[in-house]
């Protein structure tokens, strides 16, 4: 159930209103957006009457009833406002959500070594990236794979944080590893694989970093929405929604299918922030470039690339990664595309480096 | 196998080489590229020794194998060299293939008047469409529903041609309506359902109209590209390939799972153009908009959007229709979008409607 | 809707009923069960009222409405009584259904030669076959593989089942052959990749044989009885649904997943009897006698096995093909099963051969 | 890489052929069969060449590399041998596997109250199951739904155990509660949805307890055995594996596809027992007993039913509960068809109770 308070109450009169709402087995979550504010209600709301609530206070607009079973997640429990989830990096505050510019993650599978995520790094930043992705802990297939590089890898993203300015964003596969994570990730992922493992879930909702949580390989939207409702539920309002490819019945040319019209149909469903992932979707990097254009005219918030400095070499996902020269190029593919949908782009770098024979120097030293 | 020929080669010679390789269960096909000529051989390729074939003649420049099992079909069949489906339709020839300008599909469901098939045609001509879709023989789950208006349609089919001079594609069921449906059709649809009806994909290649290939519903590329192998082994070089939606787990918010990843995965398997369907995939009308636009971002050399003058009265698929007006708007986006990407547009009828308001008033008129 | 008849009622007095009932756009079918007699209603029912039909006789026991959008094939339109598909062969009437012995169809993917049918016939009589399977037309992913003996085949298989006596079953690929399909066949099989194929399915309930419906390889349940109700509109009670795998997200280790749980979905929902080909469904013949064994547990009313006299050079399907011992061994098993589930068995052959030995010999003749 | 050892060789003769395998990054593992002595080499076996490892000894019999991913959980590791899992219950030591009796698992989804637990748990036994399930954790998809009465509802399962003798079989959510949970289980359950937390496998492994890993619900059986391989690398060999649904494209009818076919297919994959859960498969009641019985027919070695006393008001998963006397009735019939496929059976309590009128009586008092 939402209250919806009418423009130009005061925030005197929402804490009034919030008090008469106090009720044991009831949560009041009240979202102050750009243009409405909105109490949400959780709980036994069975026993409310919608009419006694609207007559607590004359400022109140309106009372709903929420329909969907995700109700925090719902774009309904803000009454229709989508949610902006600001992170701070060192560079400067980035906003993911409808109305912000585009969002672009990008970096390696895992953190090899010091020297290559910073030299990565710097490489990502130059090219106009605002976070910087790899793993330090990693979930693979078989016990006999490379798993990551564990805390040596936080400490070297830590590093290439302080260097470049670059947000980090890094995966948790094990609450014990929740606190080590957190001092150094900007934004927290869960990964594919634990999109249900509900402990988790509710770990690092209490956290409050920040979480990108990906698909399920084979959830259905409304999971999905319900993993994301249980960090909301546990105090977390800044969740990114992340979809890199579903499980169907043809493998035999991309790793997965790259569902994009989970764009429209989350937008019509939900108030949080979207990104999408090319390179696991597909798992081939010639593919990566005309899925990340489709996400973007398909009005994604963000995307989230893999790149290496030689895919070749990589110790996990080479086949799916770009080169850093690819993908500066493809930055620039992805900025006229931005403008083509309106979608307004930011790049923390403009100054620094303004065309590809800077950046191929600049690659060639690194 | 194949044999690519050098430049500059004389048709005379071409012929001599053509000649030299004549057996018994061997058929050779000469495809005529901008760039090269490249004689295509299939059947008994084991016999053959390609040091000897490129002994018949000094102007052999290679002889290559074909892997995929789709031979015809494959990139490599045509030497790497994108194929052209030209087809004539009253107003203009209109050319599908990955060099060509965009083309553009749309129509109803199936047709439901002769006024009402007309109407459609006339605004959809406005909006800058060159192709008519309309159904007159219908695949519809339950026998007890409407099952297409079947020769009355082909008849007003017929006069939508003659009044607006679009291009008509209509789907063909059953081999027996086969000929009636060509006097019509300037493009022969083969609907998901019957992808692997052998027998009609024989029947519709032996025609030699252009076919439309719908994928499907859990069809793997392999497969569609294998169906495509049949109408071309037919005689039948003019083969779209239609992408409407896959079928997957998840089903409550979408009909189909829209697999655009399909276009960059078809431009390294084959030579045929490409279409993408948004509405089946979708199956809500508020989707197809963001879904069209990606694709043309990722690269389609056409669309098919279904559109009905009242969509909530529509006989069949009424959610997944656009009306007039909204497809106008869409091809206003839509050619903002191909522009982006650097995809040529065309639209037959730029000189007689510019802006909205115009086609308003037409739109009020019909 | 249907009506149902007080037992004793007379055929005086049901014929009057269904003269009552007489009205444009309404068929009546009546249904003679072994308890009760139903008369089942399609057409415009929306403008009947139920009380005004329970008035038209004494004998009218109850006016249901079925809920089901396949009307004719719902367990409802039948008031609860499975059918029985009885087919005569020369050896004898078959009955399918779930009160009637398990029905064993064997028999090669395609018919190789005339010996090949013929020795594999009479050993699967042998082994207690009622009847035999083979293609005669065969839907092939590629247009390169071969593709059936056709009209030849089919004269084979006339003089296997004049030979032996056992059923034949062959699939139907195209209307145009239906004539010279139900010259020999004794049951005409629609195959997975047609089970959509509406307008041969309208053409085969037009013809009046037993019809063996397999199930499309990712149709859901719903379409499958609506394929079937397609049949069953067009006149022909005699339905009979088979189970062949469906299309999941792994195909590494079999072909299909065999979707044996269909047994007590479709024992809820409809009155047809059931087949079960767990040949398909896995794709090896190492994993068929587990299946072939669940199924009957699971309550099938019969089974479909590919036998092949020498597998390894079967011109397709080999992988999956038992030879006639493996068969002959597997029915002995198979036996058992039927015995401790409640199932009754009748083999045509038991006097002829009762052991293993004797079956030996003849293989080593054949 | 496995060393199959002569039969007949002394304990000393193994212990030295070890201790000269013995290097860095090599594991060994040494698994006495009843017919053979089989020694595994897990980790850099590149470097050993077969010949010189035969030449250690002339006890050497074989040695022989795995091509499976899964090394320790292939078949080969045992050179075909299957293994046991030999589980204590108070009331005897059960063993799961291929030459084992059937093995039957039943509770209800989650433990409600401790007379809930406690009537059941007599219950169950009275029919003959030997271990029983019970969740104290529940893993649902809304964090607002019932989530298991955690340690209260451990603690009702020890009574269960203490007073019925029976096996303890739980879901371990959280490594946090591995320990708590050990104290009671018999058996400790990873759920579907964990089958790839490798976090929790490997600590699930470091425990020793035998390990219930449930397929996860789209996991292909590769990924399966590759989780089963996480808990086999951590050092524990005990290890179960649970078939309990697949997801596809009909959730229409029932709530996963029962993939049954992985019987056959692990049997020729791994050595390690199977169980099947056609509660949580079909997601009915009405649908359990003829897929327990498939399942026998299909030679599992355990089977997993969900048991409730009063389904319609179970907190969870009502719908596909079995009440005890079902339970009871179903036991009868897996009873036979345990018998009709050679499979032995051990009821923990013939003695005690020998028809449905003692149960019943039993079942009215409790």
Redesign the interface.
């Known amino acids: 159930m939402i209250i919806v308070i009418k423009p130009g109450t005061s925030p005197q009169e929402i804490d009034r209103i919030n008090q008469e709402l106090s009720r044991p087995n009831l949560k009041t979550e009240t979202s102050l957006g750009k243009h409405k504010v909105v109490i949400g209600l959780?709980g036994d709301t069975n026993e409310l009457n919608p009419e006694q609530i609207q007559a607590i206070s004359p400022c109140v607009e309106n009372v709903l009833q929420i329909k969907q079973?995700f109700?925090r997640a719902s774009l309904e429990f803000r009454h229709g406002e989508y949610s902006e989830v600001v992170v701070s990096t060192p560079n400067s505050e980035v906003a993911f959500g409808k109305n912000a510019p585009l969002v672009n993650v990008a970096g390696p599978c895992s953190v090899e070594s010091e020297q290559m995520i910073l030299d990565t790094a710097f490489q990502l930043k130059a090219a106009g990236a605002q976070f910087l992705r790899g793993g330090a802990y990693k979930?693979?297939?078989?016990?006999?794979d490379f798993q990551g590089h564990a805390e040596l890898a936080l400490e070297w993203l830590a590093t290439a944080r302080q260097e470049t300015g670059l947000g980090i964003i890094t995966e948790v596969?094990?609450?014990?590893e929740l606190n080590a994570i957190a001092e150094v990730a900007d934004v927290i992922q869960v990964g594919a694989?634990?999109m249900?493992?509900?402990?988790?879930l509710?770990k690092v909702g209490a956290k409050g970093k920040p979480v990108l949580l990906k698909r399920g390989?084979?959830a259905?939207?409304?999971?999905w929405l319900?993993a994301a409702?249980?960090i909301l539920?546990?105090g977390n309002p800044n969740v990114i929604l992340c979809e890199r490819g579903?499980?169907?019945?043809?493998?035999?040319?991309?790793r997965n299918?790259?569902?994009?019209?989970v764009?429209?149909?989350l937008r019509?469903?939900t108030h949080l922030p979207i990104m999408l992932d090319p390179s696991h979707?597909?798992g081939k990097s010639?593919?990566v470039a005309?899925?990340a254009?489709?996400?973007?005219?398909?009005?994604t918030d963000s995307l989230m690339i893999e790149v290496h400095p030689n895919p070749a070499k990589a110790l996990s996902d080479g086949p799916q990664s770009l080169t850093p020269e690819q993908f500066y190029l493809l930055m620039e593919e992805m900025k006229?595309?931005a403008?083509?949908?309106g979608r307004s782009w930011k790049s923390a770098s403009e100054s620094m480096f303004c065309n590809l024979s800077h950046y191929q120097q600049y690659a060639a030293i690194a």
């Open positions: 959780v079973p109700k979930p693979r297939t078989s016990p006999y596969m094990d609450a014990a694989r634990n249900q493992n509900f402990s988790l509710k390989m084979s259905t939207i409304q999971e319900m409702e249980y539920a546990a579903i499980r169907t019945f043809d493998k035999q040319y991309t299918t790259f569902d994009i019209s764009i429209p149909v019509e469903l979707a597909t010639q593919y005309s899925m254009l489709a996400a973007i005219a398909a009005g006229v595309m403008m083509a949908v």
